[in-house]
């Protein structure tokens, strides 16, 4: 069975600060889904990284992809209040058909 | 925003009572899944389905089965519900297998 980690599960942190969150998968896989959510809200896509190497940016948000690591970052540049969501990271396995894989979830909270 | 509904938005039952929850897109994506979201968990795959009268389980299947009579309809169907089906549950939709999923809006069930 796929595993997808992610860290922090909690993450304070203070307007126009930067952060990385991480997200750890268990097996080969060479595509990776970023999604944010709000409190109550469904989920958005903001990031689909397809190879190793790929690298997406996004406003204040930019994902890349390590495959050989089995690694992805959403790094955070100079944090807005906005930006205060949950987000998750999600895997496709090569044996698991067309089934994602999500990680638990990174809340974050932006303090002014 | 893609086209997918959730019907009902909230529900709130007993146990023992069999539940109905549907999905339906205006997109004509193949793919189709459900999950349901709890703290903790993130979001776990109860089934999904790659086509008409195509279905598959998933991470958390057992006490769930789904339905595809149709390409713009799935339906997941709690046969007896119990108090620990109490969850958010979203369904999503894909178009190709590498694409990213589009959640609809979810579906809030207690069952008490």
């Known amino acids: 069975e796929l595993k997808v980690e992610q860290n922090p599960l909690f993450l304070s942190m203070q307007e126009g600060k930067n952060y990385t969150i991480y997200c750890n998968y268990s097996t080969t896989s060479d595509r990776l889904y970023w999604y944010r959510q709000d409190p109550g809200k469904s989920l958005e896509s903001l990031f689909v990284l397809l190879s190793n190497g790929a690298v997406k940016q996004e406003g204040r948000l930019m994902a890349s992809l390590d495959t050989k690591a089995r690694l992805s970052t959403l790094h955070i540049t100079a944090a807005v209040h906005d930006l205060s969501a949950t987000y998750f990271c999600?895997?496709?396995?090569?044996?698991?058909?067309?089934?994602?894989?999500f990680g638990t979830g990174t809340s974050l909270t932006v303090i002014p | 925003d893609a086209g997918i509904t959730q019907s009902p938005r909230h529900k709130v039952t007993e146990t023992g009572t069999p539940v109905t929850l549907r999905c339906h897109q205006t997109?004509?994506?193949?793919?189709m899944y459900w999950y349901r979201q709890d703290p903790g968990h993130g979001l776990r795959l109860i089934h999904y389905s790659y086509g008409v009268k195509d279905t598959d389980k998933g991470e958390v299947s057992d006490g769930y089965s789904v339905s595809r009579s149709k390409t713009e309809d799935f339906l997941l169907t709690l046969e007896s519900a119990t108090s620990s089906q109490t969850s958010v549950y979203f369904c999503?939709?894909?178009?190709?297998?590498?694409?990213?999923?589009?959640f609809g809006p979810g579906t809030r069930l207690t069952v008490l």
């Open positions: 999600a895997v496709d396995g090569w044996d698991t058909g067309n089934q994602f894989y």
């Open positions: 999503a939709i894909r178009e190709t297998p590498r694409a990213e999923q589009f």
């Open positions: 997109e004509n994506h193949r793919y």
